[in-house]
Antibody, heavy 122, light 108 residues
Framework: EVQLLESGGGLVQPGGSLRLSCAAS????????MNWVRQSPGKGLEWVSV????????YYADSVKGRFTISRDNSKNTLYLQMRSLRAEDTALYYC???????????????WGQGTVVIVSS | SYVLTQPPSVSVAPGQTARISCGGN??????VHWYQQKPGQAPVLVVY???DRPSGIPERFSGSNSGNTATLTISRVEAGDEADYYC???????????FGTGTEVTVL
């Protein structure tokens, strides 16, 4: 079964750091681009970042550029999101999501995890 | 700017047709994907590449895309279709994805 399992969320003070993980199983992790998407309480979906299968390319939303870093360890089938200089507005449920094609381009997200909650508050 | 505008809400009676728009500049030149999200659950892909359905998604869900508007159509609406719906587009010129503002579908 194809599965994504996020972890690492929690309560952090403004200005602090946190690293999220997403463990993948049931598919050839290394050949698919992977994404982070977040959803603030009661709000819509916001794309955060994408990384190509080979880690050669990474892209970010303007709201997190320079503060968040996406990475992956294909030997461990795990995706990461290192978050620094966290702000109250980063409070959200963070999902990891798999690209639907191994084509090297960027497509629909066909598999999502259940998310991990990040709360930024003093 | 990269803004995809959806109506905040759509109400439809059971058995009728719901149409959800996603407006963006020249969106017809992009591939649009649609997600259904029920309360407390992760989003589920219901239409990809404008008008294709993943396996397991009923034929009642269909999509179209032309000009400045993409549309998700839900035919013969059922109570179980009540959810939030989002469009998603990848913009290669700026290397970013953008989600639409989201539409809450209520089945009367």
């Amino acid at each position: 079964e194809v599965q994504l399992l996020e972890s690492g969320g929690g309560l952090v003070q403004p200005g602090g750091s946190l690293r999220l993980s997403c463990a993948a199983s049931g598919f050839s992790f290394s050949i698919y681009a992977m994404n982070w998407v977040r959803q603030s309480p009661g709000k819509g979906l916001e794309w955060v970042s994408v990384i190509s299968g080979s880690s050669g390319s990474t892209y970010y939303a303007d709201s997190v550029k320079g503060r968040f870093t996406i990475s992956r360890d294909n030997s461990k089938n795990t995706l990461y999101l290192q978050m620094r200089s966290l702000r109250a507005e980063d409070t959200a449920l963070y999902y990891c999501a798999k690209d639907s094609w191994s084509s090297g381009s960027y497509n629909a997200f066909d598999i999502w995890g259940q998310g991990t909650v990040v709360i930024v508050s003093s | 700017s990269y803004v995809l505008t959806q109506p905040p809400s759509v109400s439809v009676a059971p058995g009728q047709t719901a149409r959800i728009s996603c407006g963006g500049n020249n969106i017809g030149s992009k591939s649009v994907h649609w997600y259904q999200q029920k309360p407390g659950q992760a989003p589920v892909l219901v239409v990809y590449d404008d008008d294709d359905r993943p396996s397991g998604i009923p034929e009642r869900f269909s999509g179209s895309n032309s000009g400045n508007t993409a549309t998700l159509t839900i035919s013969r609406v059922e109570a179980g279709d009540e959810a939030d719906y989002y469009c998603l587009v990848w913009y290669p010129s700026s290397d970013r994805y953008v989600f639409g503002t989201g539409t809450e579908v209520t089945v009367l």
